[in-house]
Structure formats: C-alpha cells, structure tokens
C-alpha cells in the first residue's frame, strides 16, 4: 500500500541520510505538526530525517506497520543509515488531554524522553499498558522498531504540536537524540 501512496499525485517523500540518529514523520499532512517537530529537531541537530507529505486535498492515514522499505527505497535508505529513531504522530484523544505519549522499542530512551519532557513542563505517559493499543508503537514491523536500537514512537496531542509547546518537544528530542547520537558514535 505504501507504494500506491507514494504513488498518488502530490505525495512529498523526504529523505535526509545524516548520522546514527534519525526522525520521522510518516503521516506529515494529516497528523498536522508532526513533520515541523520531527523535521525541526532534525535539522537543528543535523540528524536523519524521512516524512511523507500528503497534500491538502488527500486524507489517506496509511497505518505505520504499512510503510516498509520493499517499498520505498529512500525509507530502505534512511533505515540502514540510522541505529535508533524516534518517530513523530499526532493524535487527538479527549480523555489523554495534552498528553505526551511514548511508545516503540526503546523504552530506555522513552524513559529518558519523557524525563526531558517533564522538565519542560510536559505531561508524559510511558506505560506501555496504559497507551492505547495503536499508538504504542511496539509492532515488529512498524518502522520505528527496525533500526539496530530501534527507537520511540512520539505520539504528541494537538495543543503540543505548535506554538511553545512543539519548541520544548523539539529542544527535548534534540537534547536526548544528541545525547545518543554520542554514545552511538563512541561504540567501537
């Protein structure tokens, strides 16, 4: 399926190969925010980066475990270059709030993620069990798991992904993602 989205007139694919660290947007155009915050930490650290853009006029939310790198080469490209990505979404969900929620593999630096976030004032929620099903993260198949480390699916309410708010989730991402970028770079 990933490969007829691709397909459709309009669909942006950005790919930036840069470093052992690297971030996603996969639902940029309708998880409005997601490719700013992913894309801005990203860049201010001069990491990886791979969104897919939809235009305005299409509404098409591919589910993450459907974007495999058979069928994109740039994904197969930017998965092979990083060794952990942290994964940006947004959802909207009354009863979680403003809520800060963070799934995937890595939960050694989900932990240290939501750590960086609760000194920014953000509310966060780790617990596997509490995270609705489908924003853990946690599938083999979902992107966010395939890289040597994997990484951590942040899924960020509407409130938080614009304003002062996604400023502190980017200076967050930067500061963990840097943080790893080190320890990734001294391994032998």
């Known amino acids: 399926?990933?490969?007829?989205?691709?397909?459709?007139?309009?669909?942006?694919?950005?790919?930036?190969?840069?470093?052992?660290?690297?971030?996603?947007?996969?639902?940029g155009g309708i998880e409005i925010g997601s490719v700013e915050v992913a894309e801005g930490a990203a860049t201010r650290l001069g990491a990886g980066f791979y969104g897919v853009i939809?235009?305005?006029?299409?509404?098409?939310?591919?589910?993450?475990?459907?974007?495999?790198?058979?069928?994109?080469?740039?994904?197969?490209?930017?998965?092979?270059?990083v060794s952990l990505v942290f994964s940006v979404h947004g959802y909207g969900r009354p009863e979680w709030g403003e809520t800060v929620l963070l799934g995937g593999g890595n939960r050694r630096v989900a932990s240290a993620l939501a750590d960086a976030l609760q000194r920014r004032g953000l509310a966060v929620e780790?617990?596997?069990?509490?995270?609705?099903?489908?924003?853990?993260?946690?599938?083999?198949?979902?992107?966010?798991?395939?890289?040597?480390?994997?990484?951590?699916?942040?899924?960020?309410p509407p409130g938080v992904r614009r304003g002062g708010a996604a400023e502190q989730v980017i200076d967050a991402l930067v500061a963990v993602a840097a943080a790893e970028m080190r320890s990734l770079c001294a391994r032998p």
Do not use: Y
């Open 1 to 27: 399926m990933l490969d007829e989205l691709l397909a459709h007139p309009g669909v942006e694919e950005r790919v930036v190969v840069a470093g052992p660290v690297g971030f996603m947007a996969l639902h």
């Open 54 to 81: 939809l235009p305005d006029d299409l509404w098409w939310h591919l589910p993450s475990t459907e974007f495999t790198p058979r069928h994109s080469p740039k994904l197969a490209s930017f998965l092979d270059a």
């Open 126 to 156: 780790t617990d596997l069990d509490r995270i609705p099903r489908e924003l853990r993260g946690v599938h083999p198949a979902n992107p966010v798991n395939l890289p040597e480390f994997g990484g951590v699916q942040v899924e960020l």
